[in-house]
């Protein structure tokens, strides 16, 4: 019994580990839409990643000059 308490223990300061190291950095910030960590656009405070703003950007006044 006490060797599974500990085993848990130990998985749940890995899991809070992985959680801090997340909050630090680039992590901090992700799309406002699908969640995404990368290709984020931080730009007239958009925060919503490239994939995101190419299906919105149209709708938020953005047009497309070529
Ligand atoms: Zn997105």
Not at 23 to 39: L, S, T, V
């Amino acid at each position: 019994m006490a060797d599974v308490n500990q085993q848990g223990k130990q998985k749940k300061n890995k899991e809070e580990l992985k959680l801090e190291n997340r909050k630090k950095g680039r992590g901090k910030r992700f799309c406002q839409i699908c969640g995404a960590r990368d290709g984020l656009i931080r730009a007239y405070n958009l925060y919503i990643c490239r994939r995101c703003f190419r299906e919105c950007a149209y709708d938020l006044g953005f047009k497309k000059y070529s």
